[in-house]
T-cell receptor, first 119, second 115 residues
Framework: GAVVSQHPSWVICKSGTSVKIECRSL??????MFWYRQFPKQSLMLMATSNEGSKATYEQGVEKDKFLINHASLTLSTLTVTSAHPEDSSFYIC???????????????FGPGTRLTVL | KNQVEQSPQSLIILEGKNCTLQCNYTVSPFSNLRWYKQDTGRGPVSLTIMTFSENTKSNGRYTATLDADTKQSSLHITASQLSDSASYIC??????????????FGAGTRLAVHP
């Protein structure tokens, strides 16, 4: 099946530093990847949609200069949290959609998530 | 407004018992409805995906139903196991022009299975 990995699985950083999270589709090509944020006991909130070779589309209220997204290849997208602050502490999850879609479902496959803690 | 509402918010059952989780949605245009299982600290894992023409779909002990007329779905778990303890998220995909789909997430039902 389609597998999506994330690295690192957890990270602790000091306030003011930048953190990069990688999202990889391991056995398929993904023209579109999505980044979500999830706070405790809440559901996933879409942050941005990342298309290979083009600029990401950010959801309303998400600062594009703070959450830098790069989708340089069909198997890799990165999210960089710049100048992280404690309120950025959250669970970040990526998902990837098969290039060309999967039948009529346009299914997204989710990564295992990255737990970010900013001290 | 596109919304997905799930009930109950949380549920505790004894191992071996059955349970049913509910999902009501007001999403248009509708593409498909998905149920995901999310273990604590992990990403969501797909259980079932149904289009409007599919009324029921099973995946092992999980059976999802969809009534596109009333815009309701349910997830039935049979003979629950301790490993079923997780959050179950109902997600509706809304289709837009150009093949772009937007996922609308429910808040999830937190299921705890006790021995």
């Amino acid at each position: 099946g389609a597998v999506v990995s994330q690295h690192p699985s957890w990270v602790i950083c000091k306030s003011g530093t930048s953190v990069k999270i990688e999202c990889r589709s391991l056995d398929f090509q993904a023209t579109t990847m999505f980044w979500y944020r999830q706070f405790p006991k809440q559901s996933l909130m879409l942050m941005a949609t990342s298309n290979e070779g083009s600029k990401a589309t950010y959801e309303q209220g998400v600062e594009k200069d703070k959450f830098l997204i790069n989708h340089a290849s069909l198997t890799l997208s990165t999210l960089t949290v710049t100048s992280a602050h404690p309120e950025d502490s959250s669970f970040y999850i990526c998902s990837a959609r098969l290039a060309g879609g999967l039948s009529s479902y346009n299914e997204q496959f989710f990564g295992p998530g990255t737990r970010l803690t900013v001290l | 407004k596109n919304q997905v509402e799930q009930s109950p918010q949380s549920l505790i059952i004894l191992e071996g018992k059955n349970c049913t989780l509910q999902c009501n949605y007001t999403v248009s245009p509708f593409s498909n409805l998905r149920w995901y299982k999310q273990d604590t600290g992990r990403g969501p894992v797909s259980l079932t995906i149904m289009t409007f023409s599919e009324n029921t779909k099973s995946n092992g002990r999980y059976t999802a139903t969809l009534d596109a007329d009333t815009k309701q779905s349910s997830l039935h778990i049979t003979a629950s196991q301790l490993s079923d303890s997780a959050s179950y998220i109902c997600v509706v995909s809304s289709a837009f022009s150009g093949g772009y789909n937007k996922l609308i997430f429910g808040a999830g039902t937190r299921l705890a299975v006790h021995p």
